[in-house]
């Protein structure tokens, strides 16, 4: 069992940062890789980033590459998500998830199926 918290949402102007936090508790923190995805009202969840176990693979949609970064601290047992450049299309609650496996194969990692364990979600509202 894997419980997962998130934290750091809330209102921005367009052009602004957010850093968004995953606190996780439960399994070894380090044998699980780990993903953010977002849902906007009336869309499907989507995913916008990961990172393998170890912090040294990561991956993002295309629409948050180059404004978005997904890191870990294994020893804090965290994910972190820091947005830049905010845009209103960036509103959304963004949630975390924990991976089945410590990395990924492919494209797997955009996959809802591929983690097994969900945050309750924290909302990034973006003014323009």
């Known amino acids: 069992q894997v419980q997962l918290v998130e934290s750091g949402g809330g209102l921005v102007q367009a052009g602004g940062s957010l850093r968004l936090s995953c606190a996780a508790s439960?399994?070894?923190?380090?044998?699980?890789?780990m993903g953010w995805f977002r849902q906007a009202p009336g869309k499907e969840r989507e995913f916008v980033a990961a990172v393998s176990w170890n912090g040294v693979s990561t991956y993002y949609a295309d629409s948050v590459k180059g404004r978005f970064t997904i890191s870990r601290d294994n020893a804090k047992n965290t994910v972190y998500l820091q947005t830049n450049s905010l845009k209103p299309e960036d509103t959304a609650v963004y949630y975390c998830?924990?991976?089945?496996?410590?990395?990924?194969?492919?494209?797997?990692?955009?996959?809802?199926?591929?983690?097994?364990?969900w945050g309750r979600g924290t909302q990034v509202t973006v003014s323009s």
């Open positions: 439960g399994r070894t923190f380090g044998s699980y890789a």
């Open positions: 998830a924990a991976g089945r496996r410590a990395y990924f194969s492919g494209s797997y990692y955009r996959l809802r199926e591929e983690y097994d364990y």
